[in-house]
């Protein structure tokens, strides 16, 4: 293996597309591929950093002797360049898309989320560094506000160098029990930003979904692998898909790039240095990143530091990498000159993480290959807000037990703030082997391993000062200190075995890969078949077919989301001061055993066609897939008998006297959170693609993208009303609340993606346009009309049956109709995008990257079924990009 200087290529990977192992070349460029008995023919392929992947195949004669490969470096003044995701048909999962390093740079993109925004089904977007940024795949809404999104984010892993980047230890919560999963996360106030103009309160943490995008630079990611279908079944704590990162490793030339985008600018450097005396490769990677929200006035900024390093070494037959990760990021708010309250805000998160991948080619008769990985990482979370309150007189509630006691009365003015430390840990292991057998002519690729995962937090959880309480009484519930340090850990395990082979049936050719999974999370266990195949039906035709399980552990915070505090008023009397006063009140401590959580489960099925043809190829891949015990969160029906009491001021000692007076009042209802595993979610659809050649005579190729989903979410909680009016049930007792059946949404997105690629390789030059055709964005949701229970006032929960809610007095409580609310997109809609790459003798760039270049922003007023007044503006204001790149 050599470069276009006749130099050898050491750490270049070379895959075996038959068997799937991998071989590395050593110092010389040499690398061996064992050929199997009656193999008529060999296909490999080989990655190398900064080069041209190349795929090629050799007659047995021809393998049998040595060659020479040349390797050429990744230019613009190739003759073909990928400059858009493309799907990969020699892996392990049958709709799996790639996305090499010539589309990364394309996109000038400033993090994961820039990339992510092309594949198909995902709408482009004008670049936003100040705003959280999760990933879902098929069945997600893409937000993250939602336990549809916060589920589907989580069941996604992001594979970095083969160690899963895992959010299972972040805690930055305040706990379920207030608000449930969707407001839990300190969030900051309102702010402006000069391109999306005013912005509403926003969180920056994720605790029950998956990591932030942002966090996620790719100035030195080589390959991407996307996987929506069914993942292998090498792959664990996944219900909803894989990205699969592989970065630069191998000697290098220095890399610098930097892109300017408004008030957001990124700039990064690599190098790959081969070091003397045969010891290896060291890779360095450096990114700053840094966003104002509004340069005129810099009170919202986003800041991002990552540095990497890989070490590379080989050892004959034994490979090891060893790298070292430092990130940090601050999303910060600084105080508003015109804003009284003083309110600020900071998300600070830091990262080290280490990770280890040894693999060891045996090429022994029973074991080809032995692969060790281990990786560690260490955080710092911190998430804080505070601002000036002017309550008046507030009652204080801070016992952190149970019972009847006396608070107090505090002055209402003063600086509240709310601070969450976490130092999340977590420390995985596996350990995998490949095998090669024969079954007569079956060659048989067998892989089988084991992977290990611990998940810890030993911050200081809650810090709440109860003199200075940030938030008061909510769902009647107040903030109690909450520590981390002592919480258990997560440990969860996992074992696989998959096989990889083709057979001949008549002339065509079948390929499968069939696996079995079992993982042990949370201490349920869950068996996880998964099969992908594909049959060859000529040279032109194939059709695949996949299914598979997949599971998704509970995380730390789903399972320690910390006690609960039911406060209800007993006394509240004041002469109009602190002194005298009296705050008397109930408290109920309680913390939940989340044991009984289960692992989050899904069902793919995978149906798919692929053609190819001299001038184009095309693919369909259609899907259903169903997601159960989702993790969401359900309110408990609490109910409580409390005293009444005679209250007095004591003249001579001018302080407040009680007695209990015999009588009591009923309080409660569906109060508190408590996770479950209730949800449910099905999705059907599917993404169509259509690649040209180049034509020759404009040299541009086109592609179009469709992508079809229609998702149902189901609910878990009774959707609930309180009356308007009293309406009573006999002489003394009133319906309080009446509830009716969850409430089931649907959505159905269908989107076109239409890309142009001009390459004039002679003069390295790309002219790259997007365009974006929304076709329907349909959002619906049903609420049941009849009533199934209701709590009346004294706390007792009532269920009715269906004839019982057609009488007096429950008829009247029949919804309409026109409950059902629906949201659709008035009208089909477009936004054209346009990259624009120059290369100037092999060493720099020019890049350019406008979003809605045309400035198309369709405008229109309409209303919704419940007759409330809707705005469509679907497009941002043209946003541009540009970038250099500078290879020396």
């Known amino acids: ?296 006035d810099k009170v919202k900024t986003f800041g991002r530091f990552s540095q990497s390093m890989t070490w590379t070494k080989q050892f004959k037959d034994i490979k090891n990498t060893l790298s070292v990760d430092y990130g940090s990021r601050n999303d910060e708010k600084k105080q508003d000159p015109d804003d009284d309250t003083e309110r600020t805000s900071k998300f600070k998160n830091s990262n080290l993480g280490i990770s280890n991948r040894l693999s060891y080619n045996l090429n022994s008769t029973w074991i080809r290959n032995l692969q060790f990985n281990t990786n560690l990482a260490v955080g710092n979370q911190e998430s804080s807000s505070q601002y000036i309150v002017n309550r008046g007189l507030t009652a204080i509630a801070d016992l952190d037990t149970s019972g009847i006691y006396e608070g107090k009365f505090i002055n209402g003015s003063y600086m509240a703030d709310e601070i969450i430390i976490g130092k999340p840990l977590t420390i995985g292991s596996s350990l995998s082997a490949a095998s090669i057998f024969h079954a007569g002519e079956v060659v048989h690729s067998l892989s089988y391993g084991m992977n290990f995962n611990l998940s810890n937090n030993g911050g200081r959880g809650v810090i709440s000062d109860p003199e200075r309480p940030r938030l008061v009484g909510t769902n009647n519930q107040n903030l109690r200190p909450y520590s981390f340090e002592s919480l258990p850990k997560a440990v969860n395990y996992g074992f696989y075995i998959q096989d990889q082979f083709k057979v001949k049936i008549d002339d065509r050719e079948l390929s499968n890969n069939i696996g079995l999974r079992y993982d042990i999370q949370n201490g349920f266990g869950t068996i996880q078949p998964r099969i992908n195949s594909r049959l060859k039906w000529n040279k032109s035709l194939s059709f695949t077919g996949a299914l598979g399980l997949g599971s998704k552990a509970p995380t730390l915070a789903h399972l320690y989301p910390g006690p609960a505090y039911i406060d209800y008023d007993l006394i509240k009397a004041t002469t109009g001061g602190t002194d005298p006063s009296l705050y008397l009140l109930f408290t109920d401590k309680f913390t939940p055993d989340n044991s009984h959580l289960k692992p989050s489960k899904s069902l793919q099925i995978e149906l798919g066609a692929e053609y190819e043809h001299s001038l184009f190829h095309t693919s369909i891949y259609a899907y259903y897939k169903n997601n159960w015990d989702i993790f969401t969160t359900q309110q408990t029906l609490r109910r409580y008998e409390l005293p009444e009491y005679d209250v007095w001021l004591n003249a001579q000692t001018q302080k407040f006297e009680y007695t209990p007076n015999g009588k009591y009042r009923f309080e409660g209802g569906f109060i508190d959170f408590n996770m479950v595993n209730g949800s449910a979610s099905q999705s059907y659809g599917f993404d169509w693609s259509v690649f040209t050649r180049k034509i020759p005579y404009i040299n541009t190729s086109f592609s179009l993208l469709t992508s079809l989903v229609y998702n149902t979410f189901a609910a878990n909680s009774n959707a609930s009303v309180n009356p308007p009016n009293k309406i009573l049930i006999s002489n003394d007792d009133y319906i309080k609340t009446v509830y009716y059946e969850p409430d089931k949404s649907s959505n159905l997105l269908f989107m076109t993606k239409v890309n142009t690629v001009t390459h004039l390789p002679s003069i390295g030059f790309v002219l790259n346009f997007n365009i974006d055709l929304n076709w329907l964005d349909n959002n619906r949701t049903i609420s049941n009309t009849s009533p199934i229970a209701y709590l009346d006032d004294k706390i007792r929960y009532v269920a009715l049956s269906g004839s019982e809610s057609l009488d007096v007095p429950f008829a009247q409580l029949n919804r309409l109709s026109k409950e059902t609310k629906v949201k659709n997109i008035p009208m089909p809609y477009a936004n054209i995008s346009l990259g624009v790459e120059k290369e100037i003798r092999k060493n720099f760039r020019i890049n350019l990257r406008g979003y809605n270049v045309f400035d198309f922003r369709p405008y229109k007023v309409y209303y919704l079924d419940s007759g409330l007044e809707e705005i469509f503006n679907p497009n941002g204001k043209p946003s541009l990009t540009i970038g250099t790149t500078l290879k020396f």
């Open 1 to 296: 293996m050599v470069d276009e200087e006749r130099k050898p290529l050491q750490f270049a990977s070379v895959t075996n597309l038959r068997t799937q192992l991998v071989s590395f070349t050593n110092d010389r460029g040499e690398f061996r591929i064992k050929l199997e008995n009656n193999q008529d023919s060999i296909r490999i392929k080989v990655v190398f950093v900064g080069k041209q992947t190349v795929t090629l195949g050799f007659k047995p004669n021809d393998a049998a002797q040595s060659q020479i490969i040349i390797l050429k470096e990744l230019s613009l003044k190739l003759d073909e360049v990928d400059v858009i995701p493309s799907y990969k048909r020699d892996g392990g999962s049958n709709s799996a898309i790639t996305i090499d390093r010539q589309a990364i740079d394309q996109l000038q993109a400033f993090s994961l989320v820039d990339v992510m925004n092309s594949l198909p089904g995902k709408k482009s977007t004008a670049l936003d560094l100040n705003t959280l940024k999760t990933l879902t795949f098929r069945g997600g809404m893409g937000g993250n506000s939602s336990i549809r999104d916060f589920n589907n984010s989580l069941g996604i892993a992001i594979i970095m160098d083969g160690a899963r980047l895992s959010n299972d230890a972040n805690m930055q919560s305040r706990g379920v029990s207030r608000n449930g999963m969707a407001r839990t996360t300190i969030t900051t106030n309102s702010y402006r930003d000069s391109y999306w103009g005013n912005q509403g309160s926003k969180s920056y943490d994720t605790p029950y979904q998956g990591i932030d995008l942002r966090d996620i630079p790719v100035n030195n990611i080589e390959k991407i692998e996307v996987i929506q279908g069914v993942a292998p079944a090498q792959y664990g704590e996944v219900t909803d898909g894989a990205v699969i990162i592989d970065r630069q490793a191998g000697k290098s030339p220095y890399l610098i790039n930097f892109n300017i985008n408004g008030g957001s600018t990124s700039s990064g450097i690599n190098k790959g240095f081969q070091l003397p005396n045969n010891l290896g490769a060291i890779n360095i990677s450096a990114n700053w990143t840094h966003s104002n929200a509004d340069p005129k």
